[in-house]
């Protein structure tokens, strides 16, 4: 017989029962039977609104003492319909929707996007705009796996490493507003190429910060990574073995913790990511402390591929020389009547991407980052859809928590590294 | 010839085999993808059509029917092994056309990416659940479901995901949903403002299919219902209809 469940709510008024009865309290009726005491499950609810579930994500938990019997997780507290927004707007004002999803890493979005359009459309880039992209993708791999170590720092109850790590993260920030004029929102792709150039001397500060960061993930890991109260709180919490781990959809360094060495940069290579030399770490035990190593090393490896992209950064135009994308120069277009009617038809009818789709992964900051999109020759799109890492990685979470303490609930959705605007969308 | 079996969904007057995308068209479409092929042979009448697109993303047209027995096939038999389902989703072209369910497959063992369709007439939009096979397919099911209207047989979580349990007003991504909503912004309001904040947090909640949240419509015009008939109820900051007129 399944264990009666008893509602706990102290802040309810009275007159407001369940059922429209009197709750037990002053004005119960004498008659209700007192519950026994080992036969009662507490009912505990976390968030929407509580910051260790990392944004507007609500988890229902039964507990058995203080063990998790069951966990229920409720989203959509954030849902913008992107979705559908997108369907309204042209080509490249979908750019600006992608930054808004994962504001902790949003030129892996923007970059995301165009390269699926630019794929459906049959478009290659420019050799520039390549490396450009790749520098800017691992920019902010570091940028947001930097804002989960402090949160999960935070989490651990260790606060210093969430200064040490937004102290870092201001640099990115900086270089951000250096090249798109925005800190978050960078919406920094067209379909073509990029907003500009990038302008003198970021590539140097972005060089810069791959010194500084790797320094900076040297402290934080001598405080963090042989800590006790650390290793106590995350080794052996929230385990899932490799196989379950494909199953259930994880992807990214989750899914790389449970031993599983899928990366869609080396699996499924994009702009050259073949030729870069860099590793994949891989856990072994796929528990909370094997996804906490496996981020750190991840921002190493990406600090490695900033310095070799910047290497290999070739001269010559960022965007491509294609009147169906991107508008002609000014010069062009006061001397050349063509260009002139390129101009027009760009600024007042929008790209127009012949009829076709194309599904484009790139390996996101949190996993696989589909971007779905689907044109039937129009300005605007059929359909765009985006393969959310985040979502498909916290439907996991009652797997991973159901049967462990309450306490771990936090440290295991502190481990999945979810941002609640992609998971809403 | 296999490709002249029957014709991609999407492009009616190209036989068989369809290309779209800025690519050149290769000598023999289907011997570059393997699982192609393997599938027309192994599943032939359920297999309606391949389409090439993009340079390199191959598509399968399948029988809506027997999608389960198509997909578990590609999952298990070890020359494909496609052990990752990346996405679920569904596309409306609007139109009265018919609506696509598509699978985005990954085969790690074989690097092999592969885009599974079934298109689904509006007036029957039921599709078998892929989610004994990869219970990753759990959450972009409910999704579907939620923004399209597509019913998955034996989900066993089939409730709605991003939009409110109670939610009234259809479903969001189909092209015949208006941007701003079916109901006027006003009545969006009211029926927010109806919800009952408490009916969140019970054990129901935990139950899995609970009763819809909403307090009907037609019963909140005149005040809230009956709550206890032993004592008089004064209003408190739960009471709706107070709200209501303080915000109102």
Redesign the interface.
Known sequence: MPKQ???L?VS??P????D???ARGL?APTDLPEPTLDSENM?I?IGPQHPATHGVLRL?L?LDGETVV?C?P???YL?S?F???GE?RDWNQVVPLTDRMDYLAPLIYNCAYAMAVE?????EVTERCRVVRVICMELDRIFSHLLWLGTWAIDVGAFTPFLYSFQEREKVYSLHEAYTGARITTSATRIGGMMADIPVGWDQGVRDFANGVVKTLDEIEFLLSTNGIHLGRTQGVGIISGE?A????FSGPNLRASG?P?DVRK??PYYDYETYDFDIPIGEHGDCYDRYMVRIEEMRQSARLLHQALDRLPEGPINVQDPRVILPSKTDLMNDMESMIHHFKLVMEGVKA??????M?VEGSKG?L?M?V?S?GGSKP??W?I?PPS??N???IP?LVEGGMLADVIMVNASLDIVLGEI?? | MSESISSGPVDPESPGTAVSGGASLPANLEAVHPSVPALRARFDDAILGHELVAGDEHIVYVDPARNFEILQWLKDDPDHRYTYLSDVTAVDYGGGRPLQVVYQLFSIPHRRHLRIKAELSLDALEIESVVPLWQSANWLEREVWDMFGVTFRNHPDPRRILMPEGYEEGHPLRKDFPLRGRFSRAEQTRRALSQDPEDYYVPSELAGGREPQLVPWQEFAGGRPPMSTTHDSTPTSHDPSARETGEG
């Open positions: 469940t008893l509602e709510d309810r008024t007159e407001m029962g369940a429209f009865r009197p004005l009912l609810n229902l039964e069951r229920v409720h989203i959509g849902h319909s979705e559908k927004l309204y794929k459906m459309m049959g478009i379950d494909l199953n259930y959809g599983v899928y699996d499924r012949p009829a076709g789709e194309s599904y992964a696989e589909g779905y689907v039937d059929v359909r859809r393969r979502f498909v916290l439907s996991v797997k809403d969308r």
